[in-house]
């Protein structure tokens, strides 16, 4: 029989032990070494089949094992040092008190999934991993953020394998009382709730858990209560799960109920109101939507002013390389939703509507499009690698017409990945990295230690690793084969499968085509060859999920699966199902080599291979996202990618065989080569120049430095100066109508240039006058620039120099001359052009109002290069 109602008891510790309640409700002990020991110690055969989950374990822990810790005074002891300690990191100041007064006072962060710990399944690959590492970055630097998502009942899927190797999905019940979570209460003890207003007079109701990550708590928003009718109930179901107006329920719960249920917290408990607010993807975009309401139906403002205010306070990330990883609505979905009675005062729905339009050529007039309401919603965004912040300006053009794509104001911070987290004990042990201090941020010197570590003790701690590796993948794999329907009795081979002292390769992402998954499988002969080969044989271990409605990513892992369950290889081979937190750790801790071989490029950035290489691991990757930037020819191998081929399976072949030959001729080759010592000493030197050149850059606090620099910090002084009276939002929104609206009135007339004569010479110049009509507008609103530099044989300038011209002569009514010099200090063919570009000290990017003027000559975008 199914029971009708399901909670979970908690334990009553006894008055000694209550500490560990307090350490158990802080997922700090996820990656704090000490609180793990501790939690190990009150019983490790639990710990260990709990997976290490301290929720579990205290509360299947025996009554008399707590009474005989509760009278062990060394127990005691060391329960009251994590205990104390875990009080002086949540309310010691560090590095980011240290910044002065113009760093934000509180920052928001919205995404639709976080990844924290395997116990707390919130998310579903890279997006929540990221999301989680940003918090704990957050806390280990000790910035004032709060995080805000959703806690889906059901989470994202459990996967396994059916006998023919087809994915299966399960979705186990999510139990938030059986988590470290506790519930946003009101004084008098009752359960918080946020409301969402939906079509028809009907609403969303949801309560608020709080997790506490270090010191950044985090409010996850749950519609599964009984205040709810059972459809609004169910929006919290799965994520990324259910309908197109499933997904719309969930984006508007997780960025208008966000912003309700962090006005909730701060008002409960205190906390200072943020004044950035970061949109993790577009999921969370309708944020910016909230609060525009806030300040018409508090403050007063008009929809523009609003809109001013909201845009300087916030900093949107897109991470997607393509357009089919965007949230697109349809326009008369998103309509309904906010218009009718359910639109509110002053927030008119035609006005919501052209935020997300796709007015641009290209676009779709009948899709709302979550990413370009982001950006609009947005006054500072970035892309997640550089090469993704060039591919990110791409994609987006479209919404600064007339601007170079490099002048389009999206930047890019590289992501990161948590030390703490993903860094095996052993590896940091060895390489001797000291106690960051509490007022600095990790830097190059942490890793300056790898240097004084001998060869034979990073090929010691390596081995140790990847034979902790393939025990672990025998335990998942033998899981695997059971589920799938096999016996016991045929399950012999598993006791050595994978060889503890083979090159070991790891292949673990999510499967969307574009990762390609089954590359390797190429050439199927060949790669038995490298297999099976007796003097250097390799060995893959591979996981991955594919989403539940992708047919054509699970008939991928089928082919995988089916290569691997060959007798003849599946020693060598193996697919093991369920990738998450508690797989990829030992994955990237104890692998030889990270693969990664996307279409590139399609790989946003891609941090797995950065947790690899902080446990010594050697990149083998295209080189796309993060690889791009940092591959410096001595930390991995670089695949050759045949960017120019159309034919994408003649494309698939050159770069399999281009990584056939890398594996095979390079990276085997080196592994293998032995001194008389045993020891792989060249391989062994990749390594130490993997750890240093790479520790400094892939970490997350590194990644958490570069937002508060670039765009936290810029986005509170503009937050700070449109909150302040109101007048310069209300000034900014006046200034930006009174320019659009006179736009179509400026031109430039006309260019003449002197001292060019048929040629010049280097350290020479020409005089340039520039005659402009601005029509309504005054010099005061504009900028006028001339562009010079290097051209191409089509007369394409190339990263051109900028010059803003100074105003020489008012000849007209609107009518003006400017005049100013170009140097020459190149030689070669060299060019220039002008243009007319909006000026208000509140911009953050001369191409934030998409507005520009060239002469009529003159085309402002060949190719994507200025002409």
Known sequence: MRAI???????????????????????????????????????????????????????????????????????????????????????????????????????????????????????????????????????????????VGLLYRHGYFKQSLSGDGWQQERYPIVDPQAMPLSLLREADGTAARVFVGLPGGRRLAAQVWVAHVGRVPLLLLDSGIEDNEPAERDVTDRLYGGGT?????????????????????????????????????????????????????????DFDAALEVTRAGTVFTTHTPVPAGIDRFARDLVEQHFGGDNEAVGVPVDRILALGAEDYEGGDPGLFNM?????????????????????????????????????????????????????????????????????????????????????????????????????????????????????????????????????????????????????????????????????????????????PADDGGKRLIQEIV???????????????????????????????????????????????????ALNGGLNVSIRDGWWDEWYDGQNGWAIPSADGVNDPDRRDDLEAHALYDLLEHQVAARFYDRDEHGLPRRWLEMVRHTLKSLGPKVLATRMFDDYVTKLYGPAALSSRAMNSSFEGARQLAAWKRRVREGWGGVHVDHVESVGTGEGAEVGGSAQLRVFVSLGGLSPDDVDIQVLHGRVDEADRLQSPSVVSLERAEDYEAGR?????????????PVGYTVRILPMHPDLSSPAELGLVAWPPEASPMVNGNLR
Not at 267 to 294: D, K, M, Q, S, Y
Not at 441 to 448: L, N, P, S, T
Not at 579 to 594: E, I, N, Q, R, S
């Open 245 to 301: 107006e499933h997904r719309l329920l969930q984006e508007m719960l997780l960025g208008v109920g966000g912003v309700r249920a962090l006005r909730a917290y701060c008002r409960i408990t205190g906390a200072t109101a943020p004044e950035v607010f970061h949109t993790n993807e577009g999921h969370a975009g309708f944020l910016g939507l909230e609060r525009i309401r806030e300040y018409v139906e508090d403050r007063g403002l």
């Open 816 to 828: 003006y001359r400017y005049e100013g010099q170009v140097r020459f200090d190149r030689t070669g």
């Open 371 to 547: 990413a370009v309401m982001g950006f609009r919603l947005g006054q500072r965004a970035n892309g997640v690698s550089a090469l993704h912040g060039v591919v990110s300006r791409g994609m987006f053009a479209g919404l600064w017409p007339g601007f170079d794509e490099t002048e389009v104001p999206i930047t890019s911070i590289t992501n990161g990945v948590h030390t703490g987290t993903w860094v095996a004990r052993e590896m940091a042990e060895l390489v001797s990295r000291p106690e960051v201090d509490a007022t600095a941020r990790d830097g190059a010197e942490d890793w300056a230690g790898v240097d004084q570590v001998p060869e034979s003790a990073i090929w010691k701690t390596k081995a140790a690793m990847r034979a902790r590796l393939v025990d672990y993948a025998r335990t998942r794999l033998r899981d695997s084969w059971l589920a799938r329907g096999a016996s016991e009795a045929e399950l012999g081979w598993v006791d050595s499968a994978l060889d503890p002292d083979v090159l070991t390769i790891g292949f673990a992402r999510r499967v969307p085509s574009y990762k390609r998954l089954t590359l390797m499988l190429s050439d199927r002969e060949r790669l038995k060859r490298m297999l099976l080969d007796p003097e250097r044989p390799i060995q893959l271990v591979i996981a991955g999920k594919s989403h």
């Open 5 to 147: 109602r399901r909670f979970t008891v908690r334990p009553v510790l006894p008055e000694p032990l209550a500490p560990l309640g307090d350490l158990a409700m802080n997922l700090r002990w996820s990656w704090h070494p000490p609180t793990q020991d501790l939690f190990a110690a009150v019983d490790p055969r639990l710990w260990a089949s709990t997976g290490h989950d301290p929720m579990r374990l205290l509360s299947e822990v025996a009554t008399d094992r707590l009474a005989e810790l509760g009278s062990d005074e060394t127990f005691l002891s060391d329960l009251r040092s994590v205990a104390a300690d875990l009080d002086a990191y949540v309310h010691q100041d560090r590095w980011y008190q240290s910044l002065g007064s113009d760093v934000p006072r509180q920052i928001a962060y919205f995404s639709p999934e976080f990844g924290l710990t395997a116990v707390l399944p919130q998310y579903s690959g890279g997006l929540g991993i990221l999301a989680g590492d940003h918090l704990k970055a957050a806390s280990d630097l000790g910035a004032p953020l709060i995080g």
């Open 562 to 612: 089916w290569f691997a369950d060959d007798p003849e290889v599946r020693h060598r081979i193996v697919f093991l199902p369920d990738y998450d937190m508690g797989l990829a750790h030992p994955l990237v801790t104890g692998c030889d080599v990270w693969l990664n071989n996307p279409l590139r490029p399609y790989e946003a950035c891609g941090t797995s291979g950065m947790k690899a």
